[in-house]
């Protein structure tokens, strides 16, 4: 690697605290990578429904990975420009602002328990109760539910939290707060992306909503204040290995991978494939409330600019379930192998699984369903199972497009293309069957770590680095394309027999099945 010997500023920083792993991606002018660090950190289950991480080993994983980047980069702190950090989104996290320890576990997004507390503040109202304020339906998925649990079910949380000496925030608060000194004057901060996964701000004004905060016992002490995503919040200090380097861009995963991906203008989408999957459209100046299961969120803000939003369609299980075929049932040894095996059968030989490990996300918003492997006969193989679970992406991608569709007729916006990033897009037989279901092209950008990207611009931005969203544009280059071959009517028999799939899901919680 050849030795870089100025000291000026060349380079930004992302940090990626997601789902599985914390990563630090160097990104030079031109957005290529010239360098990455990461490591995994533990998935802790509980019980049934129950997913957590431990902030702690979140944290010091993220100061690891900081330092493999730089020395695998070569560089040092004086060649950072600016620091964004991005993140798994509605994960919670509560903490002691004097002592910097967490009072619980990270309550994961995708964990289950707040279900009760959901249907208490739903009461006669609905689960779309605060809908025209925050955009969201009351539902386990988002963060707000899940502080309330924490003060509701740990022993002191309450009172500790009514003194004011407890903060919350999601993981790019708690990153960032660790970063600019911690319990030496860390800066307590979020972006509005994040604050728009809460359920607890206010869409319009893009603050605190005071009623919502009070309906579900959260102390307005421990909320960390709103920024825009591309702004200086603070420097990194001593013992971050960022010394005096600005943090000054903070998106949500979702939204970074959207900033990324150059969708800029009203119609754009993009999805990501990773964990689960996440569909956005660019809706401009709009606030556009789904009538179809979709999510209304920030898409982004700069700095002295109004808000841009999105529609989203989240759903909850597409790379996690090659995960779960690799580890719980030990049908392959790593998740490469998955396309190895579909690419052995010409389909799913009438096998459909329906991931609904969490319930059914968006569009469909049912935490009653749970997951189902359907259609089997004696003839089904392995292979044809691996087959099934790649086509169970595309199939649950297809059911939010539509919704998207839907929400979005009337306003001129019509999807021609769909640009796709994240792990599971090097899957070329999934690209080119999400091509098939959608009847749009799908296309890949030729720097697939969109999310880092994302928030690699918004710092960037924020301290001229880069001039402007158009010099985000000029970097963006398409990788490869995949065109629909299939025939429409082979298309429609899938999908039909997908959704009758997805119907036998539903209804399996009650109360013998928590």
């Known amino acids: 690697m050849r030795t870089r010997t100025t000291q000026h500023p060349q380079y930004v920083m992302a940090i990626d605290q997601g789902t599985t792993s914390s990563r630090a991606i160097v990104f030079d002018h031109d957005g290529q990578i010239v360098s990455i660090g990461q490591l995994e950190h533990e998935q802790i289950f509980p019980r049934p429904g129950w997913v957590e991480h431990n902030p702690v080993e979140i944290w010091a994983n993220v100061r690891e990975a900081i330092g493999q980047a730089m020395s695998r980069a070569e560089i040092n702190r004086r060649q950072v420009a600016a620091v964004g950090v991005t993140n798994q989104r509605e994960t919670a996290i509560v903490w002691d602002r004097h002592t910097g320890r967490p009072v619980y576990n990270a309550i994961v997004w995708q ?53 004011g000496d407890l903060m919350f925030g999601t993981p790019e608060t708690w990153v960032i707060w660790q970063l600019t000194g911690g319990v030496d004057g860390g800066v307590h901060v979020t972006d509005v992306t994040n604050a728009s996964r809460t359920m607890l701000m206010d869409l319009r004004t893009c603050q605190w909503d005071e009623q919502i905060c009070a309906d579900m016992g959260i102390p307005m002490s421990m909320l960390p204040q709103i920024r825009t995503c591309s702004e200086v919040y603070g420097h990194g200090r001593e013992g971050s290995l960022l010394v005096d380097a600005p943090i000054a861009g903070s998106l949500g995963d979702q939204q970074a991978a959207t900033f990324g991906q150059a969708c800029f203008e009203p119609g754009m989408a993009k999805n990501t494939y990773g964990t689960g999957n996440f569909m956005l459209m660019n809706t401009g100046s ?114 939010v497009l539509d919704a998207m569709v839907a929400d979005a007729r009337g306003r001129g916006v019509e999807l021609s293309e769909l640009k796709v990033d994240g792990g599971m897009t090097v899957n070329e037989t999934l690209m080119q069957f999400q091509a098939d279901m959608l009847g749009v092209p799908v296309v890949r950008p030729k720097v697939p770590e969109t999310t880092a990207l994302g928030a690699a611009y918004a710092a960037g931005l924020a301290v001229g680095f880069w001039a402007g969203t158009e010099d985000v544009t000029a970097n963006w280059a398409e990788d490869k394309r995949w065109t629909p071959q299939m025939d429409p009517a082979e298309r429609d028999r899938l999908l039909r027999n997908w959704r009758k799939a997805v119907s036998k899901t539903l209804d399996w919680v009650d109360e013998d099945v928590a």
């Not at 025209?132 to 649990?149: E, I, R």
């Not at 789904?290 to 969120?297: A, C, F, K, M, P």
């Not at 918003?365 to 595309?394: F, Q």
């Open 111 to 163: 964990d289950t328990r707040t279900q009760a507390i959901c249907d208490r503040l739903a009461g006669d109202a609905g689960a779309d109760r605060y809908k025209d304020v925050c955009g969201l339906p009351l539902a386990t998925y988002f963060s707000g539910p899940k502080v309330a649990w924490i003060l509701e079910n740990i022993e002191g949380a309450r009172e500790a939290a009514e003194r």
């Open 286 to 399: 709009d606030i556009v409330v789904s009538d179809n299961g979709l999510l209304t969120t920030v898409c982004y803000q700069l700095a002295g600019q109004e808000p841009v939003y999105a529609l989203e369609g989240s759903i909850a299980v597409t790379g996690s379930l090659v995960q779960w075929i690799r580890d719980n049932l030990k049908m392959i040894g790593s998740a490469a192998e998955i396309e190895q095996l579909a690419l052995q059968v010409e389909d799913n030989g009438g096998a459909y699984v329906v991931p609904a490990f969490s319930g059914l996300f968006a569009p469909y918003w049912r935490p009653d369903a749970r997951g189902a492997i359907v259609g089997l006969t004696r003839y089904v193989t392995r292979e044809h199972i691996a087959r099934a679970v790649l086509e169970s992406a595309a199939y649950q991608t297809r059911d």
